[in-house]
């Protein structure tokens, strides 16, 4: 391997942005694999532990892929995306750590047990399931699922009642094109979400979130749905107060208003206060929504609403009945999953996984940024680490300078939310913990941990 | 098994219907064992044989499935399905015989060696291919397809030209949000696609079609955007005349406009000229469209648009960052698929069965309906079988009411398209002769040849 290193400047930097430069250059191709340390290190003229210390950089970078036994490679689709290289953030930074929130650990998929599940659904399959298929889904995986909803979430339901959809955000994209009039939301929540509500026409009502969940008590009269994220609420972190939970009931009895619950990351509860669903309070008033994108993978591109009967042939009728969208093999191959208890295990092991991940991270502020309160930490997989008003924007800018990628509270806030009394803290960083490699995840937690502290403490 | 039977009418016929009430009433749930043949009649005191035709006639009509060493079986999802019962078609009449178009044999999907390229690349995926992924695409995937599409349809390409979709509907529709303008379309088509370009606001152009397909020297000078089935016009079947790909290939490099060139069975060629995509003339001005749905199983829900380089870009902004809609597991299965050659092996094994298929459609209707012209045999998964006109109606009317579903040539023109001098005939059958069960086939066609030759006897 030909390599040309300037001569001054550090080896380790030096070497390693000659790696990054041989793959976003597209010299080396995706899967290509690279010398061994030794090799390298010889041809070079360096130590070895320069050499392997670049590969571990470049590997927590998502340049190199390294798996036990098959050496160090060249990741797939890093070269061919050029500039869309996921090491690298829209604005340009480089990313060394990413704690972005909304992904699981990819390095945690069960493949195995994913692939027992397909080779065995495969095989069972009636002749039909290879033909054009239901829009609404495939009865296996509808069975299947209402009884997991049932058992894990509390929610109430029959197989008739779920429709199959490719995430949450088709599913909500169905609901807002039914419902284009005005939604009650949560003042903090996804962009992303809020901006498939303003594609479709729907006007927003933001309501104030506090250390309790939104205030549900105080719905506009004109709104005719509500979402929320009762279970926890996204990204603060609250859990649904129960008085409020009824306040919500209460309104969509009371109206016929129709709440749809965003339960992104349900099966996460690390306290001992699981929180069932809100739909199981009110079948009739409630679309319960769930996905595989946190508790399995986002690649599967598979999810569910659970839909009150009045609005089954509603939402069917809007997602057309050539475009169902999910692959009818892997809706086999998750009914299999959860009826032989696979599902089961993976949210098992991924609770115990992400809770230890968790309290890393609380433990980590607590000895290096010991004034900084960490919010959220009940569930999911991500917190919340509040800053006084003033620090967020300074803290990003100098913890992107350091390679973390992570987002402000602040970029959460729907756009229209007005300042309320009693309102939690406007300023923080969202934090994920759930996706980092595990070679890179300490320091990450390092790095984070100063810069908020240094960030903070300015004034 | 309880079963209270009318004592008058035929046993056979008796017995289906008591059957048929059992699934459809939810008493007996998919998947549910039905006794042995042996067993049932002798709990009735019928005649082996007579059970033995009723459960062969449930199976035609897809109440049943029956497999070898399983014995028969209640179908999945009839029964959930309540009314949606597949066997049964929206104008209510029974649906003995599926002679509908766009379908192919579900029976022939390659289940072990799809589950192998399944199993194998579930293992061999980098870490990254289990978190959000790339809305274009997994890169293995469209490396593998830009080699077969140069290989088997001689489409120009490299993996950055093809974004990955969930199918040609699906790729017609962001198409269709970013040329909302003008489109030149083929005065036969699916009305679903002209649905979707009606949906963007397209103004619609048909292009008469006659033997030679679409007469691309009469688009007119409005139009910016033409939509062609070149290969096999659908649903005439016609093989677009090469100075007609000629004439479409300068109006576009003339004007700037741009070809859309679905290529839905393209694969399935059974004479001596196979047809290579148009869009290897042209890459600058084409874009080429193609699915698994004709040549492997709708059920996986993936297809794929070849793009020019500028409008690349596009296409990714207007899919959206976080929709990527196919499943990167089947994605990567399928980049196997193609790489170990099993893709090949099976569209070879499929060609043969398809062709057979259409050597009997055309026996048996030289034999029965002599006086009958069949067009469109060249290629592809359906026929069709002209009528004189104003036939076509009572045919229809007469095939449903004996069981077989198929649709008349006519449903498929453009309600816009306008009468042109030396068109093809207006009027017939079009009969999709892939997908039936093997046991149902012959006495479809036997059917199909005696309503169709005294249906066009009869003025």
Redesign the interface.
Known sequence: MHLDLPADGPRRGVLAEALREGVRSGRWG?GMRMPAYRSLAADLGLARSVVADAYAELVAE?WF?ARQGSGTRV???VA??GA?A?AVRAGGERVAYDLLQ??PD??S?P?AA??AS??RS??A??????????PQG???L?RALAGYLARARGVRCG??NIVVC??F??GLRLLASLRPRDWAVEAYGLP?HHGILDAAGVRPHPLPVDEDGARTEEIPARARTLLLTPAHQFPTGARLLPARRAAAVEWARATGGLIVEDDYDGEFRYDRKPVGALQGLAPGHVVHAGSLSKSL??????GWLVLPDHLVERVLAAKGQ?????????QLALADFIECGAYDRHVRRMRLRYRDRRDRLVSVLAERAPRLRVTGIAAGLHAVVELPAGREAPVLTAARAAGLALDGLSSYRHPAARTAPREGPREGLVVGYA?P?EAAFGRALELLADIAARGAAER
């Open positions: 995706g998502g892929v990741a797939e689709g061919a995306a869309q996921p909304g992904k990819p390095a998929f493949r994913w692939a397909a080779r495969l095989a399959a009636p002749t039909e399931a290879f033909g054009p298929g239901d495939r009865p296996e509808r197989p008739e490719s995430g955000a088709n992303f993978s986002p690649a599967l591109r598979l050539r475009e169902s969208w999910a692959s009818a093999l892997d996706a490699a």
